[in-house]
């Protein structure tokens, strides 16, 4: 079935760093959707991307879409404590409906 | 406040037993989705619900059932509990119900059997 595959599983940078995590699928994406969860909370929604190409910008955080929309990456500048969290990205999961999460890349930040 | 509601925060239940997750979406949100968390684990996605019906199924146990009230609120039935069920099961809402939407999730349940 569809998959989408991310790395890092785990990311550990000093506050203050940059950081990026990388989603990957072997099919193109119609679109692909960026959550963040923070420790002991809940998956909340960041972004969707649809376009080839597509870039957007929500403060610290760039979002990518590739070019052959089977690719995508978050990227964070300048990191501070209250990035830390796993974040995910999902792309649809078949003809249904549903969405699948990638498994997450797990951001610590040490100040 | 996503909006979405879980009941109850926390179970612990003893193996071969049966449990039921219940969850209320957003007001106004057809599609309901379920998802288990192990730890340190992905959002495995089990079962879509949209508008009383049932979308899109993922890798749901046959021991798990789940359904779509009229009122639009979900229950996630789980049977015949193992060890290995014990995880965060999250409820999410969305106001469609294709993948372009976002979903909105609730605060989870944490279900632990012993």
């Known amino acids: 079935g569809q998959q989408v595959m991310q790395i890092p599983q785990y990311q550990h940078v000093q506050e203050g760093e940059d950081f990026t995590t990388y989603c990957n699928s072997s099919?193109?994406?119609?679109?692909i959707q960026w959550y963040k969860q923070r420790p002991g909370g809940h998956p909340v929604f960041l972004i969707q991307?649809?376009?080839?190409?597509e870039v957007k910008k929500q403060k610290r955080l760039t979002f990518q879409f590739g070019e052959a929309k089977k690719n995508s990456s978050l990227h964070i500048t300048a990191t501070q404590t209250t990035d830390v969290g796993t974040y995910f990205c999902?792309?649809?999961?078949?003809?249904?409906?549903?969405?699948?999460f990638g498994k997450g890349t797990k951001l610590s930040v040490k100040p | 406040d996503s909006g979405v509601t879980q009941t109850p925060k926390h179970l612990i239940t003893a193996t071969g037993q049966r449990v039921t997750l219940r969850c209320s979406p957003r007001?106004?949100?057809?599609?309901v989705y379920w998802y288990q968390q192990s730890l340190d684990q992905g959002l495995q996605f089990l079962i879509q619900?949209?508008?009383?019906?049932?979308?899109a199924k993922g890798n749901i146990l046959e021991r798990f059932s789940a359904q779509q009230f009229p009122d639009l609120h979900s229950e996630l039935n789980l049977s015949s509990l193992e060890l290995g069920d014990s995880a965060l099961y999250f409820c999410a809402s969305s106001a469609g119900g294709g993948y372009t939407y976002e979903q909105y999730f609730g605060p989870g349940t944490r279900l632990t059997v012993t």
């Open positions: 999902a792309g649809p999961g078949g003809s249904q409906g549903n969405l699948i």
């Open positions: 991307l649809v376009k080839s190409g």
């Open positions: 099919t193109t994406l119609s679109n």
């Open positions: 619900y949209y508008n009383g019906e049932e979308r």
């Open positions: 007001s106004g949100d057809l599609s």
